[in-house]
């Protein structure tokens, strides 16, 4: 009798084991899914953002009609701020438009530039405070920490004299070189209103790989 019982236990508690393991996995499959998804997105985007940039860097509208022009690959952001408010043709996510992209080199990182919003930042990075990319001024830009190598996964990486890049709607492509890094309390957005003394800056804001704490980078344009 003991034996009986002992034996439906361990049955029970097996089939326990088992509805737990194929419930994970069920789980682990549809958040990869959804990581795909994501990831496809961001990259189409970015494929439709290079093609805008290109597009401008390569025709510039006179009055008789459109030229060819060259465009030097990096731009330090001083001289004449050419506005280009034609956005017709700038690729958009959930009514957002794209407002520029990321290309970090020493992370293999390269990625589009939303206003940071809770959809957005699912498949690029999102601008949360600042004058506008390329601006004189602080540009807060934040990105998820997905622990797997993905938008701003690898911060952690990234040291003092690391460069960023970043190209706006405009076409300007500024350099900036990381000079401060810092892991801080998650309520602390001090940093967001420092003074750049003129300069064009950015502060990349990201969770600690135990979300526990923010890892902030700050560069200066070159």
Not at 61 to 79: A, F, L, R
Not at 83 to 103: A, C, H, I, Q, S
Not at 146 to 155: A, E, I, K, V
Not at 194 to 213: F, M, P, Q, W, Y
Request: glycine share 8%; net charge negative; aromatic share 8%.
């Amino acid at each position: 009798m003991i034996s009986s019982k002992y034996n439906k236990l361990l049955t029970i508690v097996l089939i326990i084991v088992i509805l737990g393991i194929v419930a994970l996995l069920v789980y682990l499959g549809i958040d990869f899914y959804h990581k795909s998804q994501e990831t496809s997105e961001g990259e189409e985007l970015l494929g439709q953002f290079d093609d805008y940039i290109n597009e401008q860097r390569n025709t510039v509208s006179t009055p008789t009609g459109s030229v060819e022009v060259p465009v030097n690959d990096v731009q330090t952001g001083t001289g004449d701020n050419n506005n280009n408010d034609d956005t017709g043709n700038l690729p958009t996510y959930n009514g957002y438009l794209v407002e520029g992209k990321m290309e970090i080199p020493k992370i293999d990182l390269e990625c589009v530039i939303l206003e940071a919003k809770v959809d957005t930042i699912q498949i690029g990075v999102g601008r949360l405070y600042g004058p506008g990319l390329n601006e004189i001024g602080n540009n807060v830009i934040i990105g998820h920490n997905y622990r797997n190598g993905t938008l701003f996964s690898d911060n952690d990486k990234l040291e003092i004299g690391d460069k960023i890049y970043i190209t706006d709607t405009q076409n300007r492509r500024v350099e900036y070189e990381i000079y401060r890094k810092y892991i801080t309390d998650a309520n602390d957005f001090d940093y967001a209103e420092r003074d750049t003394n003129g300069k064009r800056e950015i502060s990349l804001s990201t969770c600690t790989d135990d979300v526990s704490a923010r890892l902030i980078l700050w560069a200066a344009e070159v």
